[in-house]
């Protein structure tokens, strides 16, 4: 029996409900919440897929050693280049692991420090004793510690060193690791699981369809593996984080969608500007980034809308989108006016960056890079990681335009994009949804009132029940793939 779980939003429509859809280009205009500076793939609209954050260490069952493998840089060449190495760097938790013929959860590195996933991805934390599980974490290359030609500078120097940077090198990079610790362990029938979350759910769903006979199954939460050019609705993205606010209130969407006209007509006066410091009490006085602040609060905020409170972005109350739209809601000032609009979203970013009351200023987080990022997925989204997430729907004020993109790609790298290649290599709507029902076993959703791989994060007793069910139901699909992987194999489990 081959398996996998598409869990939190398989299906593109569910998929962008849940916030699954990863970098968004510029910020959020009228008609609609959504951009008219279309700096596309901004560092301010950047995927962000994890994070830390003072207010929530992960708890004390966090504990792992840190290994290094020697990765060949080319798997799929034999030109002398190819046979290079670097080190990459992963995580092992073996204090559960019931021995060689035990499983073990693999997590796929997304695009960042990998420590950043294993303190964050609690649901494999807290199954790994029922299963008797090893936790591995593989940290991509590109990100955090793991960086070809010896450093991040190195790596990343031109087209020639960044173009051994692909999806399919790295999870060629998963499957020769898995291997060589699994024969390092003498057990060679321990069964395999990926799991991921977003871009790193991608890469666990795509290693289950390439490499089966390495993994017998995939946790692939919030994984937008459908959005790419031909099989997603370009304009969807926005559309649910529009959706997201406006069913909050009318009236905080309505504030939202004035406040880029309003911003633009203060920056352009240094009457304004000095007016927007006043107000915002910017910590470099670059009132010029508070679009981009808003931009991500609202992106992000949407996205990130946990109904527990989290570090996972930044330290955010529960169901952030309801508080953000509360604080606008209830400025007790005139809602007339570009002064109340401004008063307005400054209460919102008050929400998204500093709802502690700990911090004195804003300051441009655009432009920091705290968890090893932008490099790295800057490059990959503009070469073949080309995503559907850009385009705004209403009004024409970012229409979708391929020719655009892909131009704009090809500026940043000087490369042509490979828009197709991703559905070339492992398949388009068709074909996967053909491989994940009849090959891999069940695929299903959650609900709609869900954010980004929530189900992947550390349970909480505030956790809703639809949550707890589905962690419930996650976890039973696992034993089930378990208990038919031994009986196929004649293992005694």
Not at 243 to 265: A, Q
């Amino acid at each position: 029996m081959e398996r996998t779980i598409c869990a939190a939003c398989f299906l593109l429509v569910l998929l962008l409900s849940c916030h699954a859809a990863v970098a968004t280009n510029g910020r959020w205009p009228p008609p609609t919440l959504a951009t008219h500076y279309s700096s596309s793939l901004s560092s301010a609209a950047r995927q962000v897929m994890a994070a830390g954050g003072s207010e929530h260490a992960p708890p004390s069952v966090v504990q792992y050693e840190t290994r290094w493998y020697t990765q060949r840089l080319d798997h799929f060449n034999v030109a002398p280049a190819s046979y290079g190495t670097f080190q990459q760097r992963y995580l092992v938790n073996d204090t559960f692991w019931g021995g060689k013929n035990a499983p073990i959860f693999l997590y796929a590195g997304n695009e960042g420090d990998v420590e950043l996933f294993a303190n964050n991805t609690g649901f494999m934390w807290e199954v790994a004793p029922r299963f008797g599980a090893m936790l591995v974490f593989v940290e991509h290359r590109y990100y955090g510690a793991s960086m070809p030609f010896g450093s991040a500078k190195a790596a990343f120097k031109d087209a020639s060193t960044k173009g051994y940077l692909t999806t399919t090198q790295a999870i060629a990079d998963l499957a020769t690791l898995v291997l060589s610790l699994k024969a390092n362990l003498s057990a060679p029938a321990a069964p395999v699981l990926a799991f991921g979350g977003s871009y790193g759910g991608m890469l666990a769903a795509w290693m289950r369809l390439k490499y089966p006979h390495i993994v017998m199954g995939a946790v692939a939460s919030s994984a937008p593996i459908l959005s790419f050019y031909g099989l997603a609705d370009p304009y969807a993205f926005y559309d649910a984080v529009t959706k997201d606010f406006k069913s909050e209130s009318e009236n905080c969407y309505d504030v939202l969608r004035r406040s880029w006209d309003e911003l633009d007509k203060a920056l352009a006066t240094d009457a304004g500007r000095a007016e927007l410091n006043r107000k915002f009490k910017m910590c470099d006085g670059k009132v010029e980034t508070i679009p981009d602040l808003l931009d991500t609060a609202v992106i992000y905020g949407a996205m990130m809308d946990y109904p527990t409170s989290s570090g996972f972005l930044t330290p955010l109350p529960a169901y952030p989108v309801r508080l953000m739209c509360r604080a606008m809601d209830d400025n007790p000032t005139s809602s007339s006016g570009a002064g109340d609009v401004l008063s307005r979203v400054r209460e919102a970013l008050n929400v998204y960056y500093n709802h502690t009351g700990a911090a004195a200023c804003f300051g441009a987080a655009e432009d920091d890079d705290p968890y090893g990022m932008f490099s790295g997925w800057n490059w990959q989204a503009r070469t073949e990681m080309v995503l559907m997430t850009a385009a705004v729907r209403d009004g024409g004020v970012l229409p979708f335009n391929l020719t655009e993109l892909l131009d704009e790609g090809r500026n940043y790298t000087g490369l042509p994009p490979r828009p197709f290649w991703i559905e070339t290599e492992f398949g388009g709507f068709v074909s996967v949804v053909f491989d994940l029902v009849t090959k891999l076993g069940r695929m299903w959703f959650l609900p709609h009132a869900c954010a980004h791989h929530v189900d992947l994060r550390f349970s909480n007793k505030d956790d809703p029940d639809w949550l707890k069910q589905v962690r419930r139901k996650e976890t039973r699909i696992i034993a089930r793939w378990l208990s038919q992987y031994y009986s196929d194999e004649g293992i005694s489990a």
